[in-house]
């Protein structure tokens, strides 16, 4: 068996790398893909339930796939520098792929509202971070207007480098499932992931897509995993921060997802080529429903997200109580980011379950036999 060293080597025939760049990587992809059927069983449904837990990878979130991309791309360019605005995850993996490449990450970040995990991976990686008094989405038409004139490299979705890698993830779906889901529920903001993912099934499928930004539509079907069929793309959003449920940009979006807190999607275009293509569609979830499946997931389960990625399994478990995704179905959620990124969350509830006794064997006996009866 060959060692594993990420997407770019593993699929390096599917992605659009010079032979002679060299890969910036991390170790990235090849996520588990993990069934969640006693899950299924107590909600009293009837399907085939997967998570692609993507809070694997090296820095806890999917952005390390496009970002192991996106770096080796502008290193192979001769970028010394490259700059992101993003709500925490991006500006982690920008940082730390900087790092591994020695070259400087610039990253703008909006004013609180960044989950403090994430804030100190851009620190303790050596990123400049420039925090923002405005939103992601200032931060975004920031990064676009400095980018024109300073020798930096944009690492955000918009990079079509960072599509390309994170495309991958389909490819690992198809691989592990021998064909594609009948539905792919995903948490969205920028709608980056959504289009990527797309992009990635119908690369399997043999397909070219109109939302396929860097090859305008002229994939090669590249062989190894491979399957007629593509799912239905499905899209969550949360209620406050949902400009594909407003039909246009959110001036001041809300939620405590706040890796999903984005009023002006940067892939606004693709993202409905996908719904249409995909015969998916794109809905809304309060906060307090995605924090409740959050927390469903990692007692049931033993899994433990981040809010935005519990908004995927939030609204496949809705949709497949309502019967919108048909029982018997084949579903793939994808968990975005690791729980660990935002232990505030859980806990601003307060210890809930803690026990408190005195340091004595018989207290703590007694503790243990009171919740075993
Ligand atoms: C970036 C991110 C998203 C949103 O992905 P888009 O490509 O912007 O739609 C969702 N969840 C997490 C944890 C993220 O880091």
Same mark, same amino acid.
């Given at each position: 068996?060959?060692?594993?060293?990420?997407?770019?080597?593993?699929?390096?025939?599917?992605?659009?790398?010079?032979?002679?760049? %060299?890969?910036?990587?991390?170790? &990235?992809?090849?996520?588990?893909?993990?069934?969640?059927? %006693?899950?299924?069983? !107590?909600?009293?449904?009837?399907? &085939? $339930?997967?998570?692609?837990?993507?809070?694997?990878?090296? #820095?806890?979130?999917?952005?390390?796939?496009?970002?192991?991309?996106?770096? #080796?791309?502008?290193?192979?360019?001769?970028?010394?520098?490259?700059?992101?605005?993003?709500?925490?995850?991006?500006?982690?993996?920008? !940082?730390?792929?900087?790092?591994?490449?020695?070259?400087?990450?610039?990253?703008?970040?909006?004013?609180?509202?960044?989950?403090?995990?994430?804030?100190?991976?851009?620190?303790?990686?050596?990123?400049?971070?420039?925090?923002?008094?405005?939103?992601?989405?200032?931060?975004?038409?920031?990064?676009?207007?400095?980018?024109?004139? !300073?020798?930096?490299?944009?690492?955000?979705?918009?990079?079509?480098?960072?599509?390309?890698?994170?495309?991958?993830a389909a490819?690992?779906?198809?691989?592990?499932?021998?064909?594609?889901?009948?539905?792919?529920?995903?948490?969205?903001?920028?709608?980056?992931?959504?289009?990527?993912?797309?992009?990635?099934?119908?690369?399997? !499928?043999?397909?070219?897509?109109?939302?396929? $930004?860097?090859?305008?539509?002229?994939?090669?079907?590249?062989?190894?995993?491979? #399957?007629?069929?593509?799912?239905?793309?499905?899209?969550?959003?949360?209620?406050?921060?949902?400009?594909?449920?407003?039909?246009?940009?959110?001036?001041?979006?809300?939620?405590?997802? #706040?890796?999903?807190?984005?009023?002006?999607?940067?892939?606004?275009?693709?993202?409905?080529?996908?719904?249409?293509?995909?015969?998916?569609?794109f809905d809304? $979830?309060?906060?307090?429903?995605?924090?409740?499946?959050?927390?469903?997931?990692?007692?049931?389960?033993?899994?433990?997200? &981040?809010?935005?990625?519990?908004?995927?399994?939030?609204?496949?478990?809705?949709?497949?109580?309502?019967?919108?995704?048909?029982?018997?179905?084949?579903?793939?959620?994808?968990?975005?980011?690791?729980?660990?990124?935002?232990?505030?969350?859980?806990? %601003?509830?307060?210890?809930?379950?803690?026990?408190?006794?005195?340091? &004595?064997?018989?207290?703590?006996?007694?503790?243990? $036999?009171?919740?075993?009866a």
């Amino acid at each position: 068996m060959t060692r594993y060293t990420g997407i770019i080597e593993h699929f390096r025939n599917r992605l659009p790398l010079a032979p002679d760049a %060299k890969a910036i990587s991390l170790g &990235e992809g090849a996520t588990p893909l993990i069934k969640l059927d %006693k899950l299924v069983r !107590a909600e009293g449904l009837e399907a &085939e $339930l997967y998570v692609k837990f993507e809070g694997l990878n090296p #820095t806890g979130s999917f952005k390390d796939r496009g970002m192991t991309m996106a770096v #080796t791309q502008a290193v192979y360019e001769g970028s010394r520098a490259i700059i992101c605005a993003s709500t925490g995850n991006t500006s982690a993996a920008a !940082a730390a792929y900087a790092a591994r490449a020695g070259i400087v990450a610039f990253v703008l970040i909006p004013e609180g509202k960044i989950a403090l995990g994430k804030l100190a991976q851009a620190i303790v990686h050596g990123a400049v971070v420039i925090q923002i008094r405005g939103n992601f989405d200032d931060g975004m038409r920031l990064v676009k207007e400095v980018a024109k004139t !300073a020798p930096v490299t944009i690492v955000n979705s918009i990079n079509p480098y960072r599509l390309q890698g994170q495309k991958t993830a389909a490819f690992e779906i198809v691989e592990a499932l021998g064909r594609a889901p009948d539905f792919h529920c995903i948490p969205v903001g920028n709608a980056g992931n959504i289009t990527a993912h797309w992009i990635g099934y119908s690369e399997c !499928a043999g397909i070219g897509t109109e939302a396929c $930004l860097h090859c305008q539509g002229d994939c090669a079907f590249l062989g190894v995993a491979s #399957t007629r069929k593509r799912p239905r793309m499905v899209g969550y959003q949360a209620a406050g921060s949902a400009p594909f449920l407003r039909g246009g940009p959110v001036a001041n979006p809300e939620t405590i997802a #706040t890796a999903i807190r984005i009023g002006d999607p940067q892939s606004w275009a693709p993202a409905w080529i996908v719904r249409e293509e995909s015969d998916g569609w794109f809905d809304e $979830l309060e906060d307090q429903e995605i924090l409740a499946t959050q927390r469903l997931l990692a007692e049931k389960e033993g899994v433990f997200c &981040e809010p935005a990625s519990a908004a995927s399994l939030s609204g496949a478990l809705r949709d497949l109580h309502s019967g919108k995704i048909p029982a018997g179905s084949t579903v793939v959620c994808t968990l975005t980011g690791n729980g660990l990124k935002d232990p505030d969350i859980i806990l %601003k509830d307060g210890l809930r379950g803690l026990v408190q006794v005195d340091a &004595e064997q018989g207290v703590v006996e007694r503790a243990l $036999l009171e919740r075993l009866a």
